[in-house]
């Protein structure tokens, strides 16, 4: 840093490419931390709270992904986001289908972290898993 320093306040001394390169790293590593956390504040909901989603573990067995279904479906007023023809019915399979549910669950619950527990199935992120026309969202509305 000593040496950066009297570069920009003498001109005419030289930098070896030892010296650039490990300030090109030293900016790459800056940029990359800037946009970071650019990227947090952006993450912030309209209520300053960061916006989270809740999908199944990829770990969990066939029969508590069945048993999450069945749980969230009994306690929502509608699944047929998962029904042929919904949104998020493809890809057809076990997983995506306990994720949409879960997440839907979850987020009409108010996003609290015990309703993404499932039994330990639950997986709580801060990446939006939407894809093609299925749609998570932070209201648990799916489009």
């Known amino acids: 840093m000593l040496r950066l ?5 003498n001109p005419r001394t030289t930098l070896d490419p030892v010296d650039i390169a490990a300030m090109a790293k030293a900016f790459v590593a800056l940029f990359f931390l800037l946009l970071s956390v650019s990227a ?3 993450m912030r ?7 989270h989603w809740c999908v199944a573990k990829p770990s969990s067995e066939q029969v508590a992904l069945n048993d999450n279904i069945q749980y969230a479906c009994n ?3 509608d699944c047929r986001v998962i029904q042929p023809g919904g949104a998020c019915y493809l890809p057809n ?3 995506n289908h306990a994720s949409v549910v879960m997440n839907l669950y979850f987020q009409s619950r108010g996003r609290q972290n ?3 527990e499932f039994g330990g199935t639950g997986l709580r992120v801060i990446t939006d898993p939407s ?3 299925c749609s998570y969202n932070d ?3 799916f489009s």
Do not use: K, P
């Open 75 to 77: 306690n929502l007023a």
């Open 40 to 42: 947090l504040f952006q």
């Open 131 to 133: 894809y093609g026309s």
């Open 139 to 141: 209201t648990g509305d």
């Open 93 to 95: 399979n076990l997983i």
């Open 45 to 51: 909901s309209s209520r300053g709270q960061e916006m």
């Open 5 to 9: 320093a009297s570069v920009l306040y």
């Open 114 to 116: 015990w309703n993404c």
